[in-house]
């Protein structure tokens, strides 16, 4: 015989127990959490290596470092850097919060890192999933982790338009996208894809990073335009999109990912630095968080979501 839900499943119309009725209680708590996250990044872009990781967790920890609350989550769910990148080689355990959800690890006071791979046994494990169960994984990542209150979340999607952007798009309506890409002509054709992919799913698009954009030389400290610089700004123009900064091939950038010691970390002064925090300025300038109202954590705790229930819409 069909029961009631009552009030705490998110939608009265379903069978208590049923996949719908599961699904309505997770969309609840999805809403829950995105409602205390002022502004989510989603960082992508259509080729690999062209260092969106490199990226996500520089800006994460830039952002962090100005005292923002930061959240950086990994949906590159079939390689996985992100935790790599910030030597955080922990495993993902400790108790629940007391509303059941899971504790985000912390790179440091300001910044809660989630990726999958801090809660696997077995990190060199390939992991073998189909579409269903990535959805699944990533929406778990929002629902169930305890973001708590954040200015910015930065997502490391992985190369592409596959699953996992489709995911963040469908899932995190007000999610920008941050769209890399280096200077060569091969890399900028697909962000072509990638611009297209946004406009398709309705995602705004914050801006494009031209990533490796000239070297600086680690003799004598100038810059050589080892590939045409200036083509990921031509694009942006092109789309009419904001141009956020490029960031120079640093050999630096490099051993900074492999030691697990992000760049921004070390707070050395340099050119390399001098991009990052010009890049960072103009995130900041495009998502301001600083002296904004307090993000609406009251929740309805109805399929309403953040910011109350609408009796018009409800029966809860
Ligand atoms: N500006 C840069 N200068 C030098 N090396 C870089 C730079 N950006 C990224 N890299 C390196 O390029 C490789 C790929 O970067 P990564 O961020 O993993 O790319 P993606 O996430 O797009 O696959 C890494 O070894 C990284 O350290
Ligand atoms: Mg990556
Ligand atoms: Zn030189």
Same mark, same amino acid.
């Given at each position: ?9 998110? =939608? ?5 127990? &049923?996949?719908?009725? /599961? ?6 708590? %999805?809403?829950? =959490?995105?409602?205390?996250?002022? +502004? ?5 872009? #259509? ?8 990226? &996500? ?22 390689? $996985? ?18 509303? *059941? ?24 494990? $390939? ?9 699944? @994984?990533?929406?778990?990542?929002? /629902?169930?982790? @305890?973001? *708590? ?5 930065? %997502?490391?999607?992985?190369?592409? !338009? ?20 280096? $200077?060569?002509?091969?890399?900028? @054709? ?9 406009? +398709? ?12 954009? #000239?070297?600086?030389?680690? +003799?004598?400290?100038? !810059?050589?335009? %080892? ?8 694009? @942006? ?7 956020? *900064?490029?960031?120079?091939?640093? $050999? ?7 030691? *697990? ?8 002064? &340099?050119?390399? !630095? ?14 301001? /968080? ?8 009251? &929740? ?17």
């Amino acid at each position: 015989m069909e029961k009631s839900c009552g009030s705490s499943c998110g =939608s009265k119309k379903q069978t208590c127990g &049923s996949a719908d009725a /599961a699904v309505a209680q997770q969309n609840v708590a %999805i809403d829950q =959490s995105l409602g205390r996250i002022r +502004h989510k990044i989603l960082v992508m872009s #259509g080729k690999g290596g062209v260092g969106k990781s490199t990226v &996500s967790v520089n800006v994460a920890i830039g952002l962090a470092k100005k005292g923002y609350k930061v959240g950086l989550m990994d949906v590159d769910l079939h390689g $996985p850097d992100i935790v790599r990148m910030l030597n955080m080689h922990g495993r993902m355990e400790g108790e629940l919060t007391k509303d *059941g959800k899971m504790p985000p690890m912390r790179y440091n006071e300001n910044l809660k890192v989630m990726s999958l791979e801090s809660m696997m046994e077995n990190r060199d494990e $390939p992991i073998i999933w189909r579409g269903p169960l990535k959805n699944q @994984a990533i929406r778990q990542f929002i /629902a169930d982790v @305890a973001w *708590g209150d954040l200015d910015y979340l930065v %997502i490391d999607a992985p190369p592409g !338009t596959g699953d996992e952007p489709m995911t963040v798009a469908h899932t995190i309506k007000d999610a920008k996208a941050l769209v890399v890409t280096t $200077p060569q002509q091969v890399a900028l @054709a697909d962000v072509r894809k990638s611009i297209n992919f946004c406009k +398709h799913v309705k995602m705004a698009i914050l801006g494009l990073v031209e990533n490796m954009s #000239g070297f600086i030389c680690p +003799h004598c400290n100038k !810059t050589v335009e %080892i590939f045409k610089t200036g083509g990921g700004e031509q694009l @942006a123009r092109e789309f009419g999109l904001k141009f956020l *900064g490029r960031i120079p091939v640093d $050999p630096k950038v490099v051993t900074a990912g492999d030691d *697990g010691t992000p760049y921004l970390s070390s707070g050395a002064a &340099s050119q390399t !630095t001098a991009a990052f925090e010009a890049m960072l300025a103009r995130v900041e300038e495009e998502l301001p /968080a600083k002296g904004s109202i307090p993000l609406a954590t009251v &929740s309805s705790g109805c399929a309403c979501g953040p910011g109350g229930c609408d009796p018009q819409k409800c029966n809860c």
